[in-house]
Protein backbone atom coordinates (compact mmCIF):
# COMPACT_ATOMS: atom_id res chain seq x y z
CA UNK A 1 0.00 0.00 0.00
CA UNK A 2 1.47 3.40 -1.17
CA UNK A 3 0.64 6.89 0.53
CA UNK A 4 1.21 10.40 -0.29
CA UNK A 5 0.88 12.85 1.87
CA UNK A 6 0.80 16.29 1.72
CA UNK A 7 1.69 19.05 4.69
CA UNK A 8 1.39 22.85 4.29
CA UNK A 9 3.56 25.43 5.88
CA UNK A 10 2.09 25.83 8.94
CA UNK A 11 2.54 22.10 9.42
CA UNK A 12 6.10 22.37 9.15
CA UNK A 13 6.86 25.98 10.57
CA UNK A 14 8.80 25.12 13.40
CA UNK A 15 11.55 22.46 15.06
CA UNK A 16 8.20 20.68 16.98
CA UNK A 17 6.00 20.79 13.72
CA UNK A 18 8.48 19.36 12.14
CA UNK A 19 9.09 16.20 14.37
CA UNK A 20 5.31 15.99 14.54
CA UNK A 21 4.91 15.76 11.17
CA UNK A 22 7.85 12.81 11.25
CA UNK A 23 6.29 10.77 14.28
CA UNK A 24 2.86 10.82 12.42
CA UNK A 25 4.83 9.87 9.07
CA UNK A 26 6.62 7.05 11.09
CA UNK A 27 3.63 5.69 12.07
CA UNK A 28 2.29 5.03 8.65
CA UNK A 29 5.84 3.59 7.83
CA UNK A 30 6.10 1.40 10.40
CA UNK A 31 2.35 -0.40 9.59
CA UNK A 32 4.20 -1.29 6.18
CA UNK A 33 3.10 1.51 3.72
CA UNK A 34 5.11 2.73 1.53
CA UNK A 35 5.39 6.44 2.42
CA UNK A 36 6.09 9.54 0.42
CA UNK A 37 5.72 12.89 2.02
CA UNK A 38 5.21 16.52 -0.14
CA UNK A 39 5.93 19.38 1.97
CA UNK A 40 5.35 23.36 1.53
CA UNK A 41 8.10 25.82 2.86
CA UNK A 42 8.19 25.98 6.70
CA UNK A 43 5.80 28.87 7.52
CA UNK A 44 5.97 31.98 5.82
CA UNK A 45 8.82 31.18 4.14
CA UNK A 46 7.31 32.10 0.23
CA UNK A 47 6.09 35.31 1.22
CA UNK A 48 9.35 36.29 3.27
CA UNK A 49 11.88 35.51 -0.07
CA UNK A 50 9.39 37.13 -2.32
CA UNK A 51 9.77 40.63 0.05
CA UNK A 52 13.58 40.04 0.02
CA UNK A 53 13.26 39.35 -3.60
CA UNK A 54 11.02 42.95 -4.11
CA UNK A 55 13.76 44.49 -1.75
CA UNK A 56 16.71 44.12 -4.10
CA UNK A 57 14.60 44.55 -7.59
CA UNK A 58 10.97 44.92 -7.60
CA UNK A 59 10.76 43.61 -11.31
CA UNK A 60 12.59 40.51 -10.84
CA UNK A 61 12.57 38.29 -13.93
CA UNK A 62 10.23 35.29 -12.97
CA UNK A 63 13.04 32.89 -13.57
CA UNK A 64 15.36 34.27 -10.96
CA UNK A 65 12.01 34.29 -8.85
CA UNK A 66 11.64 30.56 -8.88
CA UNK A 67 14.98 29.68 -8.64
CA UNK A 68 14.42 31.73 -5.19
CA UNK A 69 11.49 30.14 -4.62
CA UNK A 70 12.00 26.62 -5.05
CA UNK A 71 14.81 26.88 -2.44
CA UNK A 72 11.72 27.20 0.34
CA UNK A 73 10.32 23.55 -0.10
CA UNK A 74 14.14 22.31 -0.30
CA UNK A 75 14.96 23.61 3.12
CA UNK A 76 11.72 22.09 4.73
CA UNK A 77 12.58 18.43 2.50
CA UNK A 78 16.21 18.50 3.93
CA UNK A 79 15.07 19.12 7.42
CA UNK A 80 12.64 16.48 7.34
CA UNK A 81 14.59 13.75 6.23
CA UNK A 82 17.14 14.79 9.33
CA UNK A 83 14.02 14.74 11.35
CA UNK A 84 12.91 11.30 10.43
CA UNK A 85 16.96 10.09 10.66
CA UNK A 86 17.14 11.48 13.86
CA UNK A 87 14.53 9.33 14.66
CA UNK A 88 16.45 6.17 13.21
CA UNK A 89 14.06 6.19 10.10
CA UNK A 90 15.66 5.99 7.22
CA UNK A 91 14.12 8.87 4.53
CA UNK A 92 15.69 10.52 1.47
CA UNK A 93 14.86 14.03 0.29
CA UNK A 94 14.81 14.60 -3.54
CA UNK A 95 13.69 18.07 -5.42
CA UNK A 96 11.95 18.23 -8.61
CA UNK A 97 15.02 17.68 -10.36
CA UNK A 98 15.89 14.46 -8.57
CA UNK A 99 12.32 12.71 -9.17
CA UNK A 100 12.21 14.81 -12.84
CA UNK A 101 8.85 16.15 -12.29
CA UNK A 102 8.62 18.01 -15.98
CA UNK A 103 6.93 20.98 -16.33
CA UNK A 104 5.82 23.76 -18.96
CA UNK A 105 8.41 26.55 -18.86
CA UNK A 106 6.38 29.22 -17.99
CA UNK A 107 7.94 30.79 -15.06
CA UNK A 108 5.71 31.52 -11.54
CA UNK A 109 2.90 29.53 -13.08
CA UNK A 110 4.31 26.10 -15.08
CA UNK A 111 2.19 23.11 -15.14
CA UNK A 112 3.11 19.79 -15.27
CA UNK A 113 3.17 17.64 -17.81
CA UNK A 114 4.78 14.00 -16.81
CA UNK A 115 6.21 13.07 -13.54
CA UNK A 116 8.92 10.11 -13.69
CA UNK A 117 8.57 7.20 -10.97
CA UNK A 118 12.04 5.60 -11.34
CA UNK A 119 13.77 7.17 -8.67
CA UNK A 120 11.20 7.13 -6.00
CA UNK A 121 10.13 3.74 -6.70
CA UNK A 122 13.91 2.90 -6.35
CA UNK A 123 13.93 4.73 -2.95
CA UNK A 124 10.52 3.12 -1.65
CA UNK A 125 12.32 0.02 -2.45
CA UNK A 126 14.43 0.21 -0.13
CA UNK A 127 12.22 0.66 2.66
CA UNK A 128 12.88 4.87 3.00
CA UNK A 129 10.30 7.28 3.70
CA UNK A 130 10.55 9.39 0.57
CA UNK A 131 10.34 13.05 0.83
CA UNK A 132 9.48 15.58 -2.29
CA UNK A 133 9.86 19.27 -2.87
CA UNK A 134 5.93 20.51 -3.73
CA UNK A 135 5.34 23.61 -5.37
CA UNK A 136 7.92 22.57 -8.18
CA UNK A 137 8.98 21.75 -11.47
CA UNK A 138 11.74 21.45 -14.06
CA UNK A 139 11.19 22.70 -17.47
CA UNK A 140 12.79 21.62 -20.79
CA UNK A 141 15.73 24.14 -20.66
CA UNK A 142 16.72 22.08 -17.09
CA UNK A 143 15.52 25.51 -15.03
CA UNK A 144 13.38 24.95 -11.81
CA UNK A 145 9.82 26.60 -12.19
CA UNK A 146 6.84 26.97 -9.86
CA UNK A 147 3.16 25.60 -10.15
CA UNK A 148 1.41 28.99 -8.43
CA UNK A 149 0.70 30.12 -5.18
CA UNK A 150 -0.15 27.30 -2.73
CA UNK A 151 1.12 24.29 -5.50
CA UNK A 152 2.39 21.80 -3.48
CA UNK A 153 -1.17 20.63 -3.52
CA UNK A 154 -0.63 19.84 -7.19
CA UNK A 155 2.85 18.23 -6.35
CA UNK A 156 1.02 15.78 -4.26
CA UNK A 157 -1.40 14.92 -6.38
CA UNK A 158 0.80 14.35 -9.83
CA UNK A 159 2.74 11.95 -7.59
CA UNK A 160 -0.50 10.21 -6.21
CA UNK A 161 -1.29 9.78 -10.19
CA UNK A 162 1.75 9.01 -11.42
CA UNK A 163 2.31 6.47 -8.99
CA UNK A 164 -0.90 4.76 -8.72
CA UNK A 165 -1.11 5.23 -4.58
CA UNK A 166 -4.11 4.17 -2.42
CA UNK A 167 -3.97 7.44 -0.97
CA UNK A 168 -3.21 10.49 -0.91
CA UNK A 169 -3.59 13.30 1.67
CA UNK A 170 -3.48 17.08 2.35
CA UNK A 171 -2.70 17.96 5.70
CA UNK A 172 -3.60 21.64 7.08
CA UNK A 173 -4.05 23.72 9.74
CA UNK A 174 -7.85 23.47 9.83
CA UNK A 175 -9.73 20.20 10.10
CA UNK A 176 -10.84 19.48 6.34
CA UNK A 177 -12.64 21.53 3.87
CA UNK A 178 -15.68 23.67 5.50
CA UNK A 179 -18.86 25.60 4.23
CA UNK A 180 -16.49 29.03 4.38
CA UNK A 181 -13.39 30.35 5.57
CA UNK A 182 -13.74 29.10 9.35
CA UNK A 183 -11.25 31.89 10.03
CA UNK A 184 -13.44 34.51 8.55
CA UNK A 185 -17.47 33.02 9.42
CA UNK A 186 -17.48 31.20 13.19
CA UNK A 187 -20.31 29.52 12.04
CA UNK A 188 -18.41 27.82 9.20
CA UNK A 189 -18.88 23.28 9.11
CA UNK A 190 -17.14 21.03 8.37
CA UNK A 191 -17.74 19.11 5.26
CA UNK A 192 -17.57 15.15 5.08
CA UNK A 193 -17.00 15.05 1.51
CA UNK A 194 -17.45 17.48 -1.57
CA UNK A 195 -17.45 16.49 -5.03
CA UNK A 196 -14.57 17.49 -7.40
CA UNK A 197 -16.43 20.05 -9.61
CA UNK A 198 -17.80 21.73 -6.43
CA UNK A 199 -14.75 21.54 -4.67
CA UNK A 200 -12.58 23.06 -7.97
CA UNK A 201 -15.04 26.13 -7.87
CA UNK A 202 -14.71 26.78 -3.97
CA UNK A 203 -10.80 26.52 -5.00
CA UNK A 204 -11.19 28.45 -7.99
CA UNK A 205 -12.98 31.40 -6.64
CA UNK A 206 -10.65 31.89 -3.71
CA UNK A 207 -10.71 29.09 -0.89
CA UNK A 208 -6.91 28.50 -0.68
CA UNK A 209 -7.33 25.26 1.05
CA UNK A 210 -6.59 23.66 -1.65
CA UNK A 211 -4.61 24.48 -5.52
CA UNK A 212 -7.33 24.38 -7.85
CA UNK A 213 -5.10 22.80 -10.55
CA UNK A 214 -4.93 19.77 -7.60
CA UNK A 215 -8.53 19.78 -7.77
CA UNK A 216 -8.55 19.47 -11.39
CA UNK A 217 -5.96 16.61 -11.84
CA UNK A 218 -7.36 14.13 -9.24
CA UNK A 219 -10.81 15.17 -11.06
CA UNK A 220 -9.04 13.63 -14.32
CA UNK A 221 -6.41 10.65 -12.76
CA UNK A 222 -9.52 10.30 -10.56
CA UNK A 223 -7.57 10.32 -7.15
CA UNK A 224 -9.52 10.57 -4.06
CA UNK A 225 -8.20 13.09 -2.01
CA UNK A 226 -8.49 13.41 1.83
CA UNK A 227 -7.86 17.02 3.35
CA UNK A 228 -7.59 16.90 7.36
CA UNK A 229 -5.29 18.71 10.13
CA UNK A 230 -2.10 17.75 11.26
CA UNK A 231 -2.77 18.83 14.74
CA UNK A 232 -5.31 16.46 15.48
CA UNK A 233 -6.38 13.14 14.14
CA UNK A 234 -9.97 13.93 13.00
CA UNK A 235 -11.46 12.96 10.09
CA UNK A 236 -11.50 15.75 7.33
CA UNK A 237 -12.73 15.70 4.61
CA UNK A 238 -13.17 13.36 1.24
CA UNK A 239 -13.03 15.25 -2.05
CA UNK A 240 -14.38 12.04 -4.99
CA UNK A 241 -16.94 11.75 -7.28
CA UNK A 242 -20.05 12.34 -6.22
CA UNK A 243 -22.63 10.37 -8.11
CA UNK A 244 -24.81 9.28 -5.90
CA UNK A 245 -24.30 11.52 -3.31
CA UNK A 246 -27.33 13.72 -1.79
CA UNK A 247 -26.58 17.30 -3.97
CA UNK A 248 -27.06 20.12 -0.88
CA UNK A 249 -28.29 22.77 -2.88
CA UNK A 250 -25.29 25.36 -1.51
CA UNK A 251 -21.98 23.37 -0.79
CA UNK A 252 -20.43 26.71 0.49
CA UNK A 253 -18.83 30.17 0.03
CA UNK A 254 -15.71 31.58 -1.09
CA UNK A 255 -14.59 34.84 -0.79
CA UNK A 256 -11.48 36.34 -3.45
CA UNK A 257 -9.94 39.47 -2.37
CA UNK A 258 -7.15 39.34 -5.20
CA UNK A 259 -9.43 40.79 -7.54
CA UNK A 260 -9.77 44.33 -9.24
CA UNK A 261 -12.10 45.85 -11.51
CA UNK A 262 -11.39 47.88 -14.87
CA UNK A 263 -13.89 49.63 -17.46
CA UNK A 264 -13.08 50.74 -20.63
CA UNK A 265 -14.89 53.61 -20.88
CA UNK A 266 -16.89 55.45 -23.74
CA UNK A 267 -16.02 52.62 -26.22
CA UNK A 268 -17.88 52.33 -29.67
CA UNK A 269 -21.58 50.75 -29.67
CA UNK A 270 -20.50 48.42 -32.71
CA UNK A 271 -19.91 45.25 -33.26
CA UNK A 272 -15.76 43.71 -33.17
CA UNK A 273 -15.31 46.16 -30.04
CA UNK A 274 -15.72 43.76 -27.42
CA UNK A 275 -13.81 40.98 -29.11
CA UNK A 276 -10.93 43.51 -29.53
CA UNK A 277 -10.53 44.09 -26.13
CA UNK A 278 -10.69 40.56 -24.97
CA UNK A 279 -8.78 39.72 -27.41
CA UNK A 280 -6.16 42.00 -26.71
CA UNK A 281 -6.16 40.66 -22.93
CA UNK A 282 -5.97 37.02 -23.68
CA UNK A 283 -2.87 37.62 -26.32
CA UNK A 284 -1.25 39.11 -23.30
CA UNK A 285 -1.60 36.12 -20.81
CA UNK A 286 -4.60 38.58 -19.30
CA UNK A 287 -7.72 36.32 -17.20
CA UNK A 288 -10.70 37.90 -17.45
CA UNK A 289 -13.76 36.91 -14.92
CA UNK A 290 -16.91 39.09 -14.59
CA UNK A 291 -17.72 40.92 -17.71
CA UNK A 292 -20.78 43.76 -17.52
CA UNK A 293 -21.11 45.91 -20.52
CA UNK A 294 -23.92 48.88 -20.18
CA UNK A 295 -26.71 49.81 -22.56
CA UNK A 296 -25.51 51.67 -25.67
CA UNK A 297 -26.37 55.85 -25.41
CA UNK A 298 -25.35 58.09 -28.13
CA UNK A 299 -23.40 55.71 -29.89
CA UNK A 300 -21.02 54.67 -26.94
CA UNK A 301 -20.87 52.21 -24.32
CA UNK A 302 -19.01 50.77 -20.95
CA UNK A 303 -17.17 47.90 -20.82
CA UNK A 304 -16.11 46.78 -16.76
CA UNK A 305 -14.65 43.20 -16.00
CA UNK A 306 -13.06 41.64 -13.52
CA UNK A 307 -8.80 40.78 -13.25
CA UNK A 308 -7.04 39.51 -10.73
CA UNK A 309 -5.52 41.67 -8.44
CA UNK A 310 -2.01 41.32 -9.21
CA UNK A 311 -2.78 41.53 -13.37
CA UNK A 312 -4.57 45.09 -12.86
CA UNK A 313 -1.45 47.22 -13.75
CA UNK A 314 -0.82 45.02 -16.54
CA UNK A 315 -4.37 45.15 -17.94
CA UNK A 316 -4.31 48.86 -17.73
CA UNK A 317 -1.22 49.10 -19.75
CA UNK A 318 -1.74 47.22 -22.09
CA UNK A 319 -5.59 48.93 -22.53
CA UNK A 320 -3.77 52.67 -22.35
CA UNK A 321 -1.58 51.75 -25.23
CA UNK A 322 -4.14 50.01 -27.33
CA UNK A 323 -6.48 52.93 -26.80
CA UNK A 324 -7.03 54.40 -29.66
CA UNK A 325 -7.83 50.93 -31.82
CA UNK A 326 -10.00 50.07 -29.39
CA UNK A 327 -11.89 53.13 -29.28
CA UNK A 328 -11.34 53.77 -25.18
CA UNK A 329 -12.02 57.03 -24.19
CA UNK A 330 -10.73 56.30 -20.72
CA UNK A 331 -10.00 53.27 -19.09
CA UNK A 332 -10.50 53.28 -14.68
CA UNK A 333 -10.23 50.93 -12.59
CA UNK A 334 -10.44 49.86 -8.64
CA UNK A 335 -8.53 47.18 -6.97
CA UNK A 336 -10.59 47.93 -3.92
CA UNK A 337 -12.95 45.14 -4.87
CA UNK A 338 -13.49 41.41 -3.40
CA UNK A 339 -15.74 38.63 -5.59
CA UNK A 340 -18.00 36.54 -3.25
CA UNK A 341 -19.23 33.18 -4.58
CA UNK A 342 -21.70 30.22 -3.20
CA UNK A 343 -21.36 26.97 -4.82
CA UNK A 344 -23.39 23.77 -5.02
CA UNK A 345 -24.58 21.50 -7.82
CA UNK A 346 -27.78 21.56 -6.30
CA UNK A 347 -28.18 24.77 -7.61
CA UNK A 348 -28.69 23.66 -11.13
CA UNK A 349 -32.32 22.45 -10.67
CA UNK A 350 -33.46 24.91 -8.10
CA UNK A 351 -34.66 28.46 -8.71
CA UNK A 352 -34.23 31.37 -6.10
CA UNK A 353 -30.89 30.81 -5.19
CA UNK A 354 -29.59 34.19 -6.82
CA UNK A 355 -32.22 35.85 -4.99
CA UNK A 356 -32.02 34.26 -1.49
CA UNK A 357 -27.91 35.32 -1.96
CA UNK A 358 -29.01 39.03 -2.53
CA UNK A 359 -31.42 38.74 -0.09
CA UNK A 360 -28.77 37.78 2.56
CA UNK A 361 -26.19 40.99 1.13
CA UNK A 362 -29.58 43.38 1.05
CA UNK A 363 -30.56 42.15 5.37
CA UNK A 364 -26.62 42.88 5.78
CA UNK A 365 -26.51 46.36 3.53
CA UNK A 366 -23.96 45.14 1.21
CA UNK A 367 -23.87 46.51 -2.12
CA UNK A 368 -23.30 44.44 -5.40
CA UNK A 369 -21.47 45.97 -8.12
CA UNK A 370 -21.37 42.81 -10.45
CA UNK A 371 -22.66 39.27 -10.93
CA UNK A 372 -21.90 36.45 -12.86
CA UNK A 373 -23.50 32.84 -12.52
CA UNK A 374 -22.43 29.38 -13.58
CA UNK A 375 -24.83 26.39 -13.64
CA UNK A 376 -23.40 25.76 -9.87
CA UNK A 377 -21.98 28.96 -8.71
CA UNK A 378 -22.78 32.46 -8.59
CA UNK A 379 -20.77 35.39 -7.79
CA UNK A 380 -20.86 38.92 -7.36
CA UNK A 381 -18.61 41.63 -6.16
CA UNK A 382 -18.42 43.96 -3.45
CA UNK A 383 -16.23 46.49 -1.96
CA UNK A 384 -13.31 44.55 -0.36
CA UNK A 385 -14.42 46.61 3.28
CA UNK A 386 -17.26 44.44 2.97
CA UNK A 387 -16.09 40.98 2.27
CA UNK A 388 -16.31 39.15 5.39
CA UNK A 389 -19.43 40.83 6.61
CA UNK A 390 -21.33 39.74 3.07
CA UNK A 391 -19.35 36.39 3.33
CA UNK A 392 -20.89 35.52 6.80
CA UNK A 393 -24.24 37.06 6.15
CA UNK A 394 -24.58 34.76 2.54
CA UNK A 395 -23.19 32.06 4.61
CA UNK A 396 -25.28 31.91 7.41
CA UNK A 397 -28.22 33.29 5.04
CA UNK A 398 -28.18 29.82 3.46
CA UNK A 399 -27.90 28.09 6.81
CA UNK A 400 -24.87 26.58 5.73
CA UNK A 401 -23.71 25.72 9.26
CA UNK A 402 -26.83 23.62 10.47
P1 LIG B 1 -1.37 24.93 3.73
O1 LIG B 1 -0.21 25.77 4.11
O2 LIG B 1 -1.57 23.76 4.63
O3 LIG B 1 -1.38 24.57 2.28
P2 LIG B 1 -3.31 27.03 3.23
O4 LIG B 1 -3.11 28.26 4.02
O5 LIG B 1 -2.87 27.02 1.82
O6 LIG B 1 -2.65 25.83 4.05
O7 LIG B 1 -4.85 26.61 3.26
C1 LIG B 1 -5.50 26.43 4.50
C2 LIG B 1 -6.32 27.66 4.84
O8 LIG B 1 -7.37 27.81 3.89
C3 LIG B 1 -7.03 27.59 6.17
O9 LIG B 1 -6.21 28.03 7.22
C4 LIG B 1 -8.25 28.48 5.96
O10 LIG B 1 -8.10 29.75 6.56
C5 LIG B 1 -8.31 28.67 4.43
N1 LIG B 1 -9.64 28.37 3.87
C6 LIG B 1 -10.29 29.15 2.97
N2 LIG B 1 -11.47 28.62 2.64
C7 LIG B 1 -11.58 27.46 3.32
C8 LIG B 1 -12.58 26.43 3.38
N3 LIG B 1 -13.72 26.50 2.67
N4 LIG B 1 -12.36 25.36 4.18
C9 LIG B 1 -11.22 25.27 4.90
N5 LIG B 1 -10.24 26.20 4.88
C10 LIG B 1 -10.41 27.29 4.11
N1 LIG C 1 5.19 27.46 -0.53
C1 LIG C 1 4.32 27.72 -1.64
C2 LIG C 1 3.38 28.87 -1.31
O1 LIG C 1 3.45 29.42 -0.22
C3 LIG C 1 3.57 26.52 -2.11
C4 LIG C 1 2.56 25.95 -1.13
O2 LIG C 1 2.56 26.30 0.05
O3 LIG C 1 1.75 25.11 -1.56
O4 LIG C 1 2.60 29.25 -2.12
MG1 LIG D 1 -1.97 25.59 0.55
Known sequence: MLIVKKFGGSSVANKERIFNVARRCIEEYRSG?????????????????????????????????????????????????MAMQALDVPAVSLNAFQVMMHSTSRYGNARFKRVETERILHELDSRKIVIVTGFQGVNKYDDVTTLGRGGSDTTAVALAAALHADRCEIYTDVDGVFTADPRVVKNARKLDEVTYDEMLELASLG?????????????????????????????????????DM???????????????????????DKPGIAFNIFDTLAKNNINVDIILQSVGREGTKDISFTVAGDDMEHAIEILEKNKKRLTIKEVSCNPNVAKLSVVGAGMMSNPG??????????????????????????TVLVDEKDIDKAMNAVHDGFAMGE
Open 33 to 81: KDVVVVLSAMGDTTDELIAMAEDINPRAKKREMDMLLTTGEQVSAALMA
Open 207 to 243: AKVLHNRSVEMAKKYNVELVVRSSLNYSEGTVVREGA
Open 246 to 268: EKLLVTGVAADKNTARISAIGVL
Open 353 to 378: VAAKMFEALYNSRVNINMISTSEIRI
